[in-house]
Structure formats: C-alpha cells, structure tokens
C-alpha cells in the first residue's frame, strides 16, 4: 500500500536557561565558557535571518536568564562580546520567533510546594512580557519538561493554549495509532480543565541535542510520519545554548551552521518550519490522551520518578525543607523572603547530584532570615 506524503510540519523549540548569576560567575572564573554561551544565544536570530521567509523557533527563556540579559549592569560588561539590547530586541520578531511562558527560577514544577508554581509562573511573565512587548502567550515549556496533570488547572488559569511534554510519558485515552500518538496534538483534561498537549519527539530531539545531517533527518522524518492520515506535527526541543553542538563557533560545525542552513535550503519543501498555534488553528487536535507524571531525559537519566532531582538522600532533604520554608514565607508572606525561596527551587541546584545543594539551602537560609527579622 502506497500513500501520498503529507507535508511533514516542524515545531523547533528550544530551552535557554542559566542560574541567577551564572554567567556573571562564569565571566571571572571561565571567560571562554560564558563567552560560547553569549555567542550561542546571539547565533540565533541572526541564523534565522538568512532564512527569514521560512525558518521559525519556538524560544522559552528562563526569568533568571532574562534578567541576566537585561541587567544595565550585564550589558555593559559584556558589550564587547554581544549587545544584550540588541539580542532581546531581535527576540520579539514574531515572525521567527515564538516565546514560550516557563518558571521564573526554572523549577521542577511539580517538585514544588503548589502556592510557588503559581508564584514561579506570574513573575516569569511579568519580565516576559516587559521585554517581549506582549500580553499572550500560546505555548508553555515545563522546565526540564517536568509534567504532572495536576498542573493542567494552573497553566489555564494563566491563559496557556498548549503545553509541551515528552512522548516518553504520553499514553492515549482516545484509541489511535503510534504515528497519531506522537505527530497530533491533543487534549488532556485534569478536573473540569483541559489543555492541548504538544508532543516532544525523544529519538529525534536526542539527535537535535548532539548533532546531525540534515539528510539524515529528512529521511528519519519521513519514514516516521509515512503512515499519518493528517499532516503531521513533528517537534523536537532541546537546550539552545548548552553543549559543543549549540556552542561549537566554527563554520559548519554547530547546529545553526552544521544542520539548519541544510535543512532550510535543501528540505524546507519536505520538512515545513511551523509555529505550533499556526498548526491548530489549520488543523485542531487529534484526540484525548493523559501524561504520566515525568521530565525529559537527560544525559544517562530517563525523565521517570525524577530521579535527576531526587536521587541522593542531600537533594531529598533539601526538597522537604523548601516546603517547610514555603510554609513559613506564605503564613507571611514578604518580597524579600519570597524572592529567595523561589529561587531556591532552581533546577540546577537539585540536578548536579549534591554539588549545588548548599545553594539552595543558602537561599532559604535567606528566606527564613527574612521571615525572623522582618
């Protein structure tokens, strides 16, 4: 049996975060990394230029990262590398670009005391959009991916049209097929509230983190997507800005220059670049599914139980005191005692094994200490 292709629609997204301070850190004790790191995020728009007609990103910015970028005081130190203003002025061009809303700190949301998701999704878009001059925004990005259904009420509440999760945990209510599991958006209903899920393929989002051909990938694509009814929405999300295949400066070998000049100049009549609100307004939702509760993987973990970020006795430990400090900031709840506990709940200083640990506690150590003396 032979079927006509459909025209293969792609959802590029990618993750940008880096801890409050972190770049400033970077900048004293290892200046090339910071330096690789400016230069992945200001690579792209100007990678998207050369193809403006078709090439389109869905970007979800971290608060702390936003802030970094723009902080008069950044800016001004590293001027010489990239012009920060510059950078987040390209970023509100919405014909290439879509923003994402996220956590402010980038927490693993359902890690997390419930009253500081809320908190961690207001003041992520209070600076988003400050500085993406916009008052909407379709799509969410869970950081680390980290899903539970429970948080389908919070994310509408906020307005949210569709979330992005990893197909690892997505299982059907409505019977469908692989191909319609993995290449239709769907509905998840959580109470009386429902959202359309957004599925992230793994297999070729690992092949977008660590490198590939653009034939490759052209191929791959469309011998996953031959049996769809529909055209299909694939969409593949990794991190923009960590490792050598984002960060790589050379002509050719980095995933801007290595990968998507190829394939917006040889397979973008195959493989079309979509925003994915464009793709629902064209072609709606497939059916009901329900998403386990898990993250994206990451490295040798495999995103289930969020055993990244709750494996070692230290990082558990640390989760248990931030929803006893929660408890005591909410009873009376202040700017500069609830500051530091959201940002306590960074991701990073649970990922690293133990070694970001005691940044954590440092930062409820500055919670409790506003709590007592204010």
């Known amino acids: 049996m032979t079927r006509v292709p459909h025209e293969i629609h792609h959802a590029l997204v990618l993750n940008l975060h880096q801890p409050a301070g972190n770049l400033d850190e970077l900048l004293d004790q290892d200046s090339w990394e910071a330096t690789e790191i400016l230069y992945a995020l200001d690579r792209i728009p100007r990678a998207l230029w050369r193809h403006e007609e078709r090439a389109r990103v869905h970007l979800a910015l971290s608060g702390t990262l936003l802030e970094t970028l723009s902080s008069p005081g950044f800016q001004e130190r590293v001027y010489g590398i990239v012009d920060c203003g510059s950078l987040l002025w390209y970023l509100q061009n919405t014909r290439i670009v879509r923003p994402l809303g996220t956590g402010y700190y980038h927490p693993v949301l359902p890690l997390i005391p419930e009253a500081d998701r809320a908190e961690q999704l207001a003041r992520w878009r209070g600076i988003g959009e400050h500085l993406f001059a916009r008052t909407t925004f379709a799509g969410f990005w869970p950081p680390e991916m980290a899903f539970s259904m429970e948080l389908i009420p919070l994310l509408r509440r906020f307005g949210y049209r569709y979330v992005l999760v990893d197909s690892e945990h997505v299982e059907p209510v409505t019977p469908m097929s692989w191909e319609q599991l993995r290449y239709r958006p769907h509905v998840a209903r959580y109470g009386g509230d429902e959202i359309v899920v957004v599925v992230r393929d793994r297999e070729l989002s690992d092949a977008q983190e660590s490198g590939m051909d653009a034939g490759w990938f052209a191929r791959e694509v469309q011998e996953r997507t031959r049996w769809c009814d529909t055209p299909p929405l694939l969409t593949t999300a990794t991190d923009g800005d960590n490792g050598g295949w984002f960060r790589d400066t050379s002509a050719g070998a980095n995933f801007w220059s290595g990968f998507h ?17 464009d793709y629902l307004d064209a072609y709606g939702t497939h059916g009901e599914v329900t998403v386990r509760t898990g993250a994206w993987n990451t490295g040798w973990h495999h ?10 006795q230290a990082q558990r430990d640390a989760l248990d005191r931030v929803g006893r400090v929660s408890a005591l900031v909410h009873a009376a709840p202040r700017e500069d005692s609830l500051w530091p506990l959201l940002r306590a709940q960074t991701s990073c200083h649970l990922y690293w094994g133990e070694a970001w640990v005691p940044r954590c506690h440092e930062d409820l150590d500055r919670a409790e200490r506003a709590v007592y003396t204010g």
């Open 303 to 312: 995103g289930t139980g969020f055993t990244q970020w709750t494996g070692s």
């Open 261 to 277: 000049d190829d394939l917006m100049t040889g397979f973008a009549d195959r493989i079309r670049p979509a925003f994915v609100e």
